[in-house]
């Protein structure tokens, strides 16, 4: 219980009645655009002018047929994006975690290239998968609808702790894989620096079809200026004899619309043919026309993209730089808490003191704030230390998230004082 000066938590406490008579009802759970930033999108809505208008290489997006991997006009922006050649390129859906729950189950059924299936009734120990925590938990959601058993990798600075991915994947054959948001981690905002990219892919594995499932969900994501820059993992992987080691996957779902835009994975040629042997027995062949739509309204450039982004930016930056200072001014100074401070993506990550997050989450959910659950950023949604908050300021307005943020703060100092 931290010792915080009486008069703090008074006029937290006047706040925090003042809230819960407010009637609240504010939404801070996910990562989602606003509507201000969907409707930048709306133009993908008559980027089709003709019924009958064809692809760059004369396909019919109408009908069946063309190539699997999608069109070639969207599958050079994805390549250009992830850093990698197109032909190594599939553009799918509008989900990047489709992608990944895919990858992951036809792991287990069928096995990858160099390896068995991952489950069925000849395996007598669990897979396991190496995850950075905190983390995304719908990476979490998948490994465990599977039964893949996780093992938590502290976060740093500057990524994981590679040298603990060094040891238990070169220890333990049935750690068959990792998931990774390298750049604006989910929610920590970490982008991995190069040593660590060239860890993970140099590491030696004890199971020869290890894969890391390379989530590079923000890579456009930046507040303002370029984006981060990341180490190519392909390019490190294939440098040290694990070309098939990388999977890489993107997506425009926070580009243009959360619930219609286009993912891509990339991947090595033999994963590249594992990868078409299953898409071509699940679907025909993906949206060609909204990938047609995509292609005419960015142009066909990734630059068109980037300057579309910087118009997200100006959108979103103002609701992060509303949570930073209300944190600052409410909390700073108080060592109860801390935050971090990213410079892209979509959340905010914060620390409590150990044993409080639950209790925090329950008491702003109380006052009319909803919040990701406590645990949320943990594999099983337990946090060990009950300590990490995430924050998603993107789709309220700026009024409710200085509300929003304000009411946080409150409770994070009464929750500390045991008030």
Known sequence: MATID???????????EAACAA??????????????????????LRAVDREDDPAADGTDCRNYGGD????????????????????????????????????????MLVGVPGGDPWGGPRRSTPVKFLCPCPGYDRHFSVLERFGIEMLLIAMGD?????????RLAGEDPNVKGMFCVPRYSNPTGVTYSDDVVEA??????????????????????????????????????AAHGHEDRA????????????????????????????????????????NKLNQLAHARFFDGSLSAVRDHMKGHADLIRPKFETVLRVLDDRLG?????????????????????????????????????????????????????????????????????????????DCIVLVSAGA
């Open 158 to 166: 500057d990524g994981p702790d590679v040298e603990e991915v060094a």
């Open 333 to 409: 100074g108080l060592d109860v808490a801390s935050w971090s401070r990213p410079r892209g993506g979509y959340f905010v990550s914060l620390d409590t003191e150990s044993g409080c997050a639950r209790a925090v989450v329950e008491m702003a959910g109380n006052a009319g704030v909803k919040l990701t659950p406590a645990g949320a950023t943990f594999p099983y949604g337990l946090d060990p230390q009950d300590r990490n908050i995430r924050i998603a300021p993107t789709l309220p307005a700026l009024a409710e998230i200085e509300t929003a943020t304000g009411l946080l703060a």
């Open 23 to 44: 009637g609240l009802n504010l939404d801070m759970t996910r990562g989602k655009p606003s509507p201000e930033q969907l409707a930048r999108s709306h133009g993908l």
């Open 247 to 286: 999977l890489l996957v993107t997506s425009f779902s926070k580009v243009t619309f959360g619930g219609a835009g286009l993912a891509a994975v990339a991947a090595s040629p033999r994963n590249g043919d594992w990868i078409r042997s299953f898409r071509s027995i699940q679907t025909i062949g993906p």
């Open 200 to 237: 993970i892919a140099a590491m030696k594995t004890a199971a020869p079809d290890f894969r890391v499932i390379w989530d590079d969900a923000y890579a456009l994501h930046a507040f303002e200026g370029e984006p981060d820059p990341l180490a190519n993992l392909y390019d490190r992987c």
């Open 6 to 16: 009486p008069a703090v938590v008074d006029g937290a406490r006047v706040r925090y």
């Open 68 to 107: 699997p991997r999608g069109l070639p006009e969207m599958r050079a922006i994805f390549a250009e994006i992830l850093e990698v050649d197109p032909e190594l390129v599939f553009v799918g859906g509008n989900a990047s975690l489709q992608w990944m729950h895919d990858l992951v189950v036809q792991a």
